[in-house]
């Protein structure tokens, strides 16, 4: 198969190209903005002329939640316009889109694990701006494409929530964490294999959830990230949202339902704190560098 990743260097994009490196029969062609602006039609089309992709995985995002509300048209040019360019290029040919979306999409006020069907209602700009990709791929690509939601991501690769865990646990004698938000860690590695698996599957084109399965809150997480660096948990205090008001709203529950993913005949994802632990195991050293 031929790949097309965008946002390469990106955690999901590099664990992307690590897991399909094990298979010599693709041919996969890495990009990030340096090297394609999914903003730019021309560009876009001539490297899927080119190229000719059976596959396209968008893991290319704007991820900055916080200064996305006051950036939102940049936000949106990156979540919404170069989904929609991507999609549209392949709409001339034969290849399928995955392209990569978040929870955030859902209010975060629910109570049960939100089902692909459930009805979108994002309260922040990062949230508005990923919602209007997902349509965008949708209509313009409704039978070779397939949106996938996931959350709370981390990896080997790039800033992230364990990482930071993991600097803060060597400087401070405390850490307080917020366990009023809850969600589903995914190990960017896992993710990177299943949306392999999908692209190889016969799943029906539509929406998918693909997370860690289980669920904890951001002071559970960081608890279980103390024990892989072999501190004591007790250190991580637990606080609530009001105590840390940022510009964009965080949703309080983001727990995505797998029904989708499992009806379609995909595996299910490892919970989540076999994959922590699985995660030190493998990439320790860079989740430890912080």
């Given at each position: 198969?031929?790949?097309?990743?965008?946002?390469?260097?990106?955690?999901?994009?590099?664990?992307?190209?690590?897991?399909?490196?094990?298979?010599?029969?693709?041919?996969?062609?890495?990009?990030?903005v340096?090297?394609?602006?999914?903003?730019d039609?021309?560009?876009?089309?001539?490297?899927?002329?080119?190229?000719?992709?059976?596959?396209?995985?968008?893991?290319?995002?704007?991820?900055?939640?916080?200064?996305a509300?006051?950036?939102?048209?940049?936000?949106?040019?990156?979540?919404?316009?170069?989904?929609?360019?991507?999609?549209?290029?392949?709409?001339?040919?034969t290849?399928?889109?995955i392209?990569?979306?978040?929870?955030?999409?859902?209010?975060?006020?629910?109570?049960?694990?939100?089902?692909?069907?459930?009805q979108?209602?994002?309260?922040?700009?990062?949230?508005?701006?990923?919602?209007?990709?997902?349509?965008?791929?949708?209509?313009?690509?409704?039978?070779?494409?397939?949106?996938?939601?996931?959350?709370?991501?981390?990896?080997?690769?790039?800033?992230?929530?364990?990482?930071?865990m993991?600097?803060?646990?060597?400087?401070?004698?405390?850490?307080?964490?917020?366990?009023?938000?809850?969600?589903?860690?995914?190990?960017?590695?896992?993710?990177?294999?299943?949306?392999?698996?999908?692209a190889?599957?016969?799943?029906?084109?539509?929406?998918?959830?693909?997370?860690?399965?289980?669920?904890?809150?951001?002071?559970?997480?960081t608890?279980?990230?103390?024990?892989?660096?072999?501190?004591?948990?007790?250190?991580?205090?637990p606080?609530t949202?009001?105590?840390?008001?940022?510009p964009?709203?965080?949703?309080?529950?983001?727990?995505l339902?797998?029904?989708?993913?499992?009806?379609?005949?995909?595996?299910?994802?490892?919970?989540?704190?076999?994959?922590?632990?699985?995660?030190?195991?493998?990439v320790?050293?860079?989740?430890r560098?912080?």
């Amino acid at each position: 198969m031929r790949w097309l990743v965008t946002g390469s260097y990106g955690q999901l994009g590099t664990d992307l190209q690590t897991v399909l490196a094990g298979t010599p029969d693709d041919v996969v062609n890495a990009v990030d903005v340096d090297t394609l602006d999914i903003t730019d039609s021309a560009a876009v089309s001539a490297a899927v002329d080119d190229f000719r992709p059976d596959v396209l995985v968008n893991a290319a995002a704007y991820t900055a939640v916080d200064p996305a509300e006051a950036n939102e048209p940049v936000a949106y040019k990156v979540n919404a316009t170069g989904p929609a360019v991507l999609a549209a290029a392949l709409a001339r040919g034969t290849g399928r889109l995955i392209h990569v979306s978040t929870d955030y999409v859902f209010a975060g006020d629910g109570e049960k694990p939100y089902e692909v069907d459930d009805q979108p209602d994002p309260r922040s700009a990062y949230g508005r701006t990923k919602l209007a990709g997902e349509l965008a791929v949708r209509d313009l690509l409704p039978d070779r494409s397939h949106v996938v939601r996931t959350a709370w991501v981390y990896g080997g690769g790039g800033p992230n929530f364990v990482k930071t865990m993991a600097r803060l646990e060597r400087e401070r004698e405390t850490v307080s964490v917020v366990d009023d938000q809850r969600g589903s860690p995914t190990w960017s590695a896992d993710l990177a294999r299943a949306l392999v698996e999908l692209a190889r599957s016969s799943a029906p084109a539509g929406t998918y959830h693909c997370t860690g399965s289980g669920d904890t809150t951001w002071f559970g997480f960081t608890q279980a990230i103390f024990e892989e660096l072999g501190a004591d948990p007790s250190r991580v205090l637990p606080t609530t949202t009001d105590k840390f008001p940022r510009p964009a709203p965080r949703p309080a529950f983001s727990v995505l339902s797998d029904t989708a993913w499992r009806a379609a005949g995909l595996t299910p994802m490892p919970h989540w704190r076999d994959a922590l632990h699985t995660a030190f195991a493998t990439v320790g050293d860079r989740l430890r560098a912080g």
